[in-house]
């Protein structure tokens, strides 16, 4: 085993024990005192509404009326009760703590303050009754307690509070670890892995004789001191070698001499190389951008409808539906655009032009005045998302070794559910502590540090100045090729549109209609993202290992189609997680796959770039295009109908794709 | 990160990094919430206090007078603000937003702040803030269920900062705390777990030196330099000994 693997997972281990320890103990301490300061508060609602009672009956009994003698206490407990949501319950009991009258649900372990027990000078007698809070408020004749009003509250109202805050702090440790191990694989593949990958290859290629090579000297840490010793040590060899010469030329036997110097130069080569060694492959550094970006765009995710609403003045589903649009089709129109960026400027480059608009856009969406400003500042941000994810897929397809190109594009889409996961669930907890407005504010300040760390830690280069085809152009050559044609219009579109059409959009109404919670609901979509995660790395190492991404891809979509038909065969409320589980797996299976497969379809045309921006383009259509024809699909035959639809659809244009690969195949054979 | 550190201090450096940035989000969103729920309890607490006040008056009109004129209004005011130390002050406003009754006799027959009537709504309680003052207002609808003004009740947050105080005080003593075991200990399982990695890097450099001795972790680049460093002696061996013999070759 190299020193850097074990190193890698011990890092991890070490970061997430400390990381758990120090998170856990200050939120466990946090909630602890929140409890203690909590409290008091909710025992004095409970004085507040126990005194109003108090008054009432106090009054009754100061004009005379004996406290057996009170009528009507039922009711007018229970409108005290109704009058304020919240409480568990009020009731009466007599100076001996016997129950009198009561209204709500008092706890079974309810018992009245003892004979003789004595009224304290202001507010109440406050103590935990099993589940509730109680203050009891005493009734006074002649200067004596004759009963108390007990008045409850349900620890429930603390609970669900800070049980929210567990969850929350949940959250913040997942995505402190998950961010903590994106940093660090960025930090150890530059400093560690990277750097000793390259220090092996140039000692293999000392070893084979090749005194030629020279260590890239821009790194630092003990990288950088070993390739500073490195061509230190190139050098003086080469010294050596210059001496040797210096001694044959000087000697007037030139014929052995030569012979000598011919012998070396067999065995050895030197001369200093022009070019440094490039570091290598370096897909883990190259996800960190990308998963910083994903997560600063999915910060506002839980809440961007929400605002939107708010911002048009609670109107209906146009203002909310609005920037969502706005920020979907500036995707779409910009992706290709920014397939041509990435071409001409290089990853670098288009990475920090793209995030221009996409701070701006976060910008414009933290001060928008109206819904109309607001859906124009998130196109904005649709253009730097499109700039960006598509620099840091060519970066990242760049970057990748060979043989091991589905993996590494894998760590794209990875890279890009983390930072969803890791956005969204932060963003929802910001968003309610800070405000809508100053998320967004976060968001713009998570872009501006990776324009930064792009532009401190990434190589620029890469653009290429030949002549470019046009847009149109790229557009013909790229879907003149039947394999890319095939790709886009028989995987990529029926893959976005069964996410758009199934998950985001009939998944979350079935799930409602079949009577889940809110939360229950949220947790069964949440399935699509879990399951997708391992898949993505199975589907990238088997591509990689058997060279078939085509034909995972087409085994992909036909169990996408074959999980969505579950209703058939199962009930409903089976069916539909089943078929999230389904599309999970098999969207996660062919994601690595369907990137991979571009370069090789790409070839020596050089279009990769452009390819990989109109899949992407394609995808956005079938995401465009998936909601609508869903709800089309419901309003005509109900959610099983459209599950079968979908299903059928995914079959068919899954078998559609392997007949194509066959034909290919069968194509290729031919001449042979 | 300065080029001159050393990857493991890179790592202790990123790790405390994301202790302090983990600790700081915990605490931080933590607090946030928590003074949120304060916040809202007490003003839960006051709505329930201005409600009530809110149907005496209404009692009051039941008798058939116009809210200007409901007896012991203000001394109903004093008495409750005088029974509640959280209550900063009240107010009865009539529907147009002049001051009826108020227990700062300065602002009768004053506007109240556009920002406390600006929430009402309905036949519902509101709330509002005004500048540092947080508020309740609570409609006043007469027996016909016209709305004839409302009482407002103002508060400042004092008893909640007390509170929240003591919660911050609290949690920076724990956040500190966790820092100061978590950050040490860190920064000791990095140099531990780094030893070999580092020991790598250390051997590559030495190996490199020149008579350095064998590095068995630095064996296969040794054992490369050692290959070339023979050859080029022999070669230089060779040549010096063809330099020596041309004498001899001359003289024949």
Known sequence: MTPDRRLIGSVLALSVLLLTAAIGFVSHTALRSFEGELRPELEREATVVGSIGVQTLQRALDLGVPFDGLSGVEEYLATLLSAQPGLAYVLLTDAHGRVIARAGETPATFQGLPPGAVPPGRGAVTRLLGSSYDAALPLLATGQPVGWVHVGIARARLDTPLDDMRWDVVIVLLVVLLATAEFLRFLLARTVSTPIAMVRRLQERLAAGDWTVRAPTDMGAEAGHVARHLNVLVRRMNDRWDRLCWLATESSAAHRTAAVLAEVGGKLRFGMASVAERRGSDTASARLPLFLFVFAEQLSTSFNPIYAQALAGGGGTFGAALPIAAFVAAVALATPWGGEVVARRGPRSAMMWGTVPAALGHLGAALAPDVFSFAAARAVCGAGYAIVTIACQVHLAQEAPQGRVARSLGGFTAAVMTGAVCGTAIGAVLADRMGFRLTYGASMLVVAGIALLVWREFAPGGGSTAPRPGLWRSARIAFAEPRFAALAVLAAIPAKVLLGGFIFFLAPLELRELGFSQAAIGRNVMLYGLCMLPAIVAGAWLSDRTGRGGLIIAIAGALNGVGLMLPLWLASDIALPGAIVATGIAQGLASAPMLAVVPAIAGATGNAAAMLAFLRLAERFGSVVGPPAAAALLASGGAGHTMLMLGIFSLVTAIGYGLVLLLRAARREEPA | ?252
């Open chain 2, 1 to 252: 990160m300065s080029g001159s550190l050393s990857f493991a201090s890179r790592l202790s450096v990123l790790l405390a990094a994301m202790l302090v940035a983990g600790g700081i989000l915990a605490a931080g969103l933590n607090y946030l919430k928590f003074e949120r729920l304060l916040l809202e309890q007490q003003a839960r607490v006051l709505e329930i206090l201005a409600g009530e006040l809110g149907v005496t008056v209404e009692n009051g009109l039941q008798l058939g007078v116009r809210l200007a004129g409901v007896p012991g209004a203000q001394a109903l005011l004093e008495r409750s603000r005088a029974a509640e130390p959280l209550i900063a002050g009240l107010s009865i406003v009539d529907s147009s937003g002049i001051v009826l009754f108020d227990t700062d006799r300065q602002n009768l027959n004053a506007a109240a702040p556009e920002a406390a009537l600006a929430g009402q709504t309905g036949s519902g309680p509101w709330r509002y803030r005004d500048g540092s003052r947080y508020g309740v207002g609570v409609p006043v609808i007469n027996g016909f269920g016209q709305r004839e003004g409302a009482v407002l009740l103002s508060y400042d947050r004092r008893s909640v900062d007390a509170r929240l105080t003591s919660v911050l005080l609290s949690m920076v003593q724990a956040t500190l705390l966790a820092l100061a075991v978590a950050l040490p200990v860190g920064a000791v399982g990095i140099h531990l777990i780094t030893r070999r990695t580092r020991r790598w890097f250390a051997a590559m450099e030495a190996a490199m030196q020149p008579g350095a001795p064998p590095e068995p972790l630095a064996a296969s680049l040794q054992g490369a330099v050692g290959e070339a460093s023979a050859i080029l002696a022999a070669a230089e061996h060779r040549l010096e000994t063809i330099a020596s013999e041309l004498p001899e070759e001359v003289r024949a």
